[in-house]
């Protein structure tokens, strides 16, 4: 005060001018009928900043900063026999409790649920942010699925994450008031009648209140959808009555997305947004941090594009780098191994928005988990350019071909009108496949997308530079469970050679035998894999022929010599040019000195050919010009995506994302894989090595998304 307003004062007359330090007052948070011992408050500590000093409020910083853990504070009680519970136990109750003025609502709840009273209760909560400010938010779903709390209504005045949901409502039942069909109409016939005004009047006031004080005209117009009974614990439903009560895919995923008081999926939506390129997933390195906080787990969802072969063009490039930075938690691209991107921190508010941007795109997310044929793999081979162009357009035939014929991705994401007709899956059938089915194509000598880690294969048999069939091969696959002797690695076996035109015939055919013959009963041995174990790699050869209506050739002679990515420039047979950049675990992130995620899009702002997402996490600048080549060769230098110190070891090294995203993570791989690649590095150098390199992968669970099990070198965590 003296620097801000200088005035000649005297030590009495500026102790004169000082108002005594008076109590603040804290609401009681907690019920004697729970909490026997002890009283709960809730505090909010206050902090702002005077002429770049920190400051912070007399309690509020006391409690939060200097009063030590099990430290004394003296206390006194105020009664306020005007705020308490009706003494009628029948008698409905409406909370309004905006921020930490949600604090005597918790303990009217505990008292209520002690007490056994009947009367409904409604709780309106408020405040800045969904994910971080929900105060006490798994006790308010504990009483909302337990049917003490009757409805909950909740405005959030911030947006979720980077993305584009300001406000949502929960209601989980109706209260005995006539309410309209919207809160807008309820509003219109409310006002005039409470708050003295016609109709212009109540509209012009709720004018101004949006411009001056936006959040409270936020909480008067939420909506009042009703999706339905709550979930939120509990084992989910077997996989195979979920598909068939799903209404082809749809579920009630739509109405999910209108319920508030979770950021997560409910029942079986959790499994069901997995056939629309999805997983719910949380941080779990704040896990139990936000438990003590009475927070559930910070959920959100990880997302896969759909993009066979793993092609994209610049513009699209553009578009995935704002959609990550703007809508997701981390602001980071994931090249997967599985050629696509991943995008991890979704909130489920930007859900809908993000597969909308997606179809704006030409991009969508349909089909790349779940039980069905997830993304199409292709050799990524910028020097056969001919050969690769017409085996990537025959993973495109083959993605599209398999896709589920089900509308209810464009109508639940993408607003498309339902059509009358009944929905149909010819190839999938009404169950979809018993479990996930994966598909390569691929261009010898390059094994790069590790065909026996796959379901369906198909190797490019070529004469003269063309493409004049496939040999197939079936039921490769990685996953193991420890502990379980049913489950196994198995490598692919060779079925036979089929000329180009009886490809998707024959594709289809496999699939149908998979989906009739799979086993339904035990996911841990519907893949593939095990059905040819279990009925005879003959027997199910011959099902295939039978359906295909074909008959195999004898496989044609092929090799393969590497599955590496050549790093670096190489000319294909165009004569254009084609830049494969090494990208460690395939994190696209602006770090430190290295903006690697900026430079790609500046690449895409001036690259006329496309980029390829390779099998193994990296990503190929194709079709360069020799006229262009240096100007992108000095922007990737320039933000680090190239770098000549790089080892051949950590070239050829891989990992799965495992922690903090991937709930069935049992050790780290991708936060691990760098530091443990430079002790190899080491090792190899000491003993005259330096030269040299092994596959080398790192996978955080037995299900072998790192395919560590095909490494020289894997490293899969132990059953501990």
């Given at each position: 005060?003296?620097?801000?307003?200088?005035?000649?004062?005297s030590?009495?007359?500026?102790?004169?001018?000082?108002r005594p330090?008076t109590?603040?007052?804290?609401?009681?948070?907690?019920?004697?009928?729970?909490?026997?011992?002890?009283?709960?408050?809730?505090?909010?500590?206050?902090?702002?900043?005077?002429?770049g000093?920190?400051?912070?409020?007399?309690a509020?910083?006391?409690l939060?900063?200097r009063?030590?853990?099990?430290?004394?504070?003296r206390?006194?009680i105020?009664?306020?026999?005007?705020?308490?519970?009706?003494?009628?136990?029948?008698?409905?109750?409406?909370?309004i409790?905006?921020?930490?003025?949600?604090?005597?609502f918790?303990?009217?709840?505990?008292?209520?649920d002690?007490?056994?009273?009947?009367?409904?209760?409604?709780?309106?909560?408020?405040n800045?942010h969904f994910t971080e400010?929900?105060?006490?938010?798994?006790?308010?779903q504990r009483?909302?699925?337990?049917?003490?709390?009757?409805?909950?209504?909740?405005?959030?005045?911030?947006?979720?994450?980077?993305?584009?949901?300001?406000?949502?409502t929960f209601t989980?039942?109706?209260?005995?008031?006539?309410?309209?069909?919207t809160?807008?109409?309820?509003?219109?016939n409310?006002?005039?009648?409470?708050?003295?005004?016609?109709?212009?009047?109540?509209?012009?006031?709720?004018?101004?209140?949006?411009?001056?004080?936006?959040?409270?005209?936020?909480?008067?117009?939420?909506?009042?959808?009703?999706?339905?009974?709550?979930?939120v614990?509990?084992?989910?439903?077997?996989?195979?009555?979920m598909k068939?009560e799903?209404?082809?895919?749809?579920?009630?995923?739509a109405?999910?997305?209108?319920?508030?008081?979770?950021?997560?999926?409910?029942?079986?939506?959790?499994?069901?947004?997995?056939?629309?390129?999805?997983?719910?997933?949380?941080?779990?390195?704040?896990?139990?941090?936000?438990?003590?906080?009475k927070?559930?787990?910070?959920?959100?969802?990880?997302?896969?594009?759909?993009?066979?072969?793993g092609?994209?063009?610049p513009?699209?490039?553009?578009?995935i780098?704002?959609?990550?930075?703007?809508?997701?938690?981390?602001?980071?691209?994931?090249?997967?191994?599985?050629?696509?991107?991943?995008?991890?921190?979704?909130?489920?508010?930007?859900?809908?928005?993000?597969?909308?941007?997606?179809?704006?795109?030409?991009?969508?997310?349909?089909?790349?988990?779940n039980?069905?044929?997830?993304?199409?793999?292709?050799?990524?081979?910028?020097?056969?350019?001919?050969?690769?162009?017409?085996?990537?357009?025959?993973a495109?035939k083959?993605?599209?071909?398999?896709?589920?014929?089900?509308?209810?991705?464009?109508?639940?994401?993408?607003?498309?009108?339902k059509?009358?007709?009944?929905?149909?899956?010819?190839?999938?059938?009404?169950?979809?496949?018993p479990?996930?089915?994966?598909?390569?194509?691929?261009?010898?000598?390059?094994?790069?997308?590790?065909?026996?880690?796959?379901?369906?294969?198909?190797?490019?048999?070529?004469?003269?530079?063309?493409?004049?069939?496939?040999?197939?091969?079936?039921?490769?696959?990685?996953?193991?469970?420890?502990?379980?002797?049913?489950?196994?690695?198995?490598?692919?076996?060779?079925?036979?050679?089929?000329?180009?035109?009886?490809?998707?015939?024959?594709?289809?055919?496999?699939?149908?035998?998979?989906?009739?013959?799979?086993?339904?009963?035990?996911?841990?041995?519907?893949?593939?894999?095990?059905?040819?174990?279990?009925?005879?790699?003959?027997?199910?050869r011959?099902?295939?022929?039978?359906?295909?209506?074909?008959?195999?050739?004898?496989?044609?002679?092929?090799?393969?010599?590497?599955?590496?990515?050549?790093?670096?420039?190489?000319?294909?047979?165009?004569?254009?040019?084609?830049?494969?950049?090494?990208?460690?675990?395939?994190?696209?992130l602006?770090?430190?000195?290295?903006?690697?995620?900026?430079?790609?899009?500046?690449i895409?702002?001036?690259?006329?050919?496309?980029?390829?997402?390779?099998?193994n996490?990296?990503?190929?600048?194709?079709g360069v010009?020799?006229?262009?080549?240096?100007?992108?060769?000095?922007?990737?230098?320039?933000?680090?995506?190239?770098?000549?110190?790089?080892?051949?070891?950590?070239?050829n090294?891989?990992?799965?994302?495992?922690?903090?995203?991937?709930?069935?993570?049992?050790?780290?791989?991708?936060?691990?894989?760098?530091?443990?690649?430079?002790?190899?590095?080491?090792?190899?150098?000491?003993h005259?090595?330096?030269?040299?390199?092994?596959?080398?992968?790192?996978?955080?669970?037995?299900?072998?998304c790192?395919?560590?099990?095909?490494?020289?070198?894997?490293?899969?965590?132990?059953?501990?």
């Open positions: 005060m003296v620097r801000q307003a200088p005035a000649d004062l030590a009495e007359q500026l102790v004169g001018l000082l330090l109590p603040r007052l804290y609401s009681i948070a907690s019920s004697q009928a729970e909490n026997e011992n002890e009283v709960h408050i809730t505090v909010g500590v206050v902090r702002y900043d005077i002429d000093r920190a400051r912070s409020g007399g509020s910083g006391f939060a900063d009063l030590e853990e099990d430290g004394d504070v206390v006194f105020e009664h306020n026999d005007n705020f308490r519970l009706p003494a009628n136990p029948e008698t409905p109750v409406i909370m409790g905006p921020g930490t003025g949600i604090a005597p918790r303990a009217f709840m505990q008292q209520r002690a007490d056994g009273a009947g009367g409904k209760n409604w709780l309106f909560f408020g800045p400010d929900f105060l006490y938010q798994v006790e308010w009483y909302v699925k337990d049917g003490l709390l009757t409805r909950i209504d909740l405005a959030w005045a911030r947006k979720c994450g980077a993305g584009f949901r300001k406000a949502r989980s039942a109706a209260m005995p008031i006539a309410w309209r069909k809160w807008n109409t309820h509003y219109w409310w006002w005039p009648e409470h708050g003295g005004m016609d109709t212009e009047q109540a509209d012009e006031f709720l004018s101004e209140l949006r411009l001056e004080r936006p959040y409270s005209a936020r909480c008067l117009l939420m909506s009042d959808k009703h999706p339905g009974p709550l979930v614990e509990g084992k989910l439903a077997d996989a195979e009555r068939k799903s209404n082809f895919l749809r579920g009630t995923i109405e999910d997305l209108n319920d508030g008081l979770t950021g997560g999926f409910n029942g079986d939506n959790f499994l069901l947004i997995r056939f629309h390129g999805m997983y719910q997933q949380d941080d779990r390195d704040i896990r139990a941090e936000r438990a003590e906080q927070l559930e787990p910070r959920h959100a969802m990880m997302l896969r594009c759909r993009l066979p072969g092609v994209i063009s513009q699209q490039w553009l578009g780098d704002k959609f990550a930075q703007e809508s997701t938690l981390y602001g980071s691209i994931r090249i997967t191994n599985r050629q696509t991107f991943q995008f991890h921190g979704i909130l489920k508010g930007n859900v809908k928005p993000v597969h909308q941007l997606l179809n704006r795109l030409g991009l969508d997310a349909l089909a790349t988990a039980d069905v044929n997830r993304n199409v793999l292709c050799t990524s081979n910028p020097v056969e350019s001919e050969l690769h162009q017409e085996a990537y357009e025959w495109k083959i993605s599209e071909h398999l896709l589920p014929r089900t509308r209810a991705y464009a109508e639940v994401w993408l607003d498309q009108e059509v009358a007709t009944t929905d149909e899956e010819p190839i999938l059938g009404p169950t979809y496949l479990r996930k089915f994966k598909t390569t194509v691929v261009i010898p000598p390059q094994n790069d997308v590790d065909l026996h880690a796959n379901d369906m294969n198909f190797v490019a048999i070529a004469e003269n530079g063309k493409l004049v069939g496939f040999n197939l091969l079936v039921g490769g696959g990685l996953s193991i469970e420890h502990g379980n002797k049913k489950t196994y690695a198995r490598q692919s076996s060779e079925f036979g050679y089929i000329p180009l035109e009886h490809t998707l015939a024959v594709a289809e055919a496999v699939v149908t035998t998979q989906r009739d013959w799979g086993n339904r009963t035990d996911r841990k041995n519907a893949k593939t894999k095990y059905t040819l174990e279990r009925v005879g790699v003959d027997v199910f011959a099902e295939v022929e039978k359906r295909a209506g074909i008959t195999f050739a004898p496989i044609r002679p092929y090799e393969f010599t590497g599955r590496g990515d050549r790093i670096g420039w190489v000319k294909g047979i165009d004569d254009q040019w084609h830049l494969t950049l090494f990208i460690e675990n395939g994190r696209l602006d770090y430190p000195g290295r903006p690697l995620k900026t430079g790609m899009a500046e895409a702002k001036i690259h006329k050919g496309d980029f390829r997402l390779t099998a996490q990296n990503v190929i600048i194709a010009p020799e006229s262009e080549k240096a100007k992108i060769d000095a922007l990737a230098r320039d933000h680090g995506l190239i770098d000549d110190q790089i080892s051949e070891q950590r070239k090294s891989m990992a799965c994302v495992s922690f903090p995203t991937c709930p069935l993570a049992m050790a780290e791989a991708e936060r691990f894989l760098p530091q443990f690649v430079t002790k190899v590095e080491g090792i190899m150098h000491r005259g090595m330096g030269d040299e390199h092994i596959v080398l992968r790192i996978t955080g669970c037995p299900n072998g790192g395919r560590a099990l095909l490494a020289e070198l894997g490293l899969v965590p132990a059953d501990c």
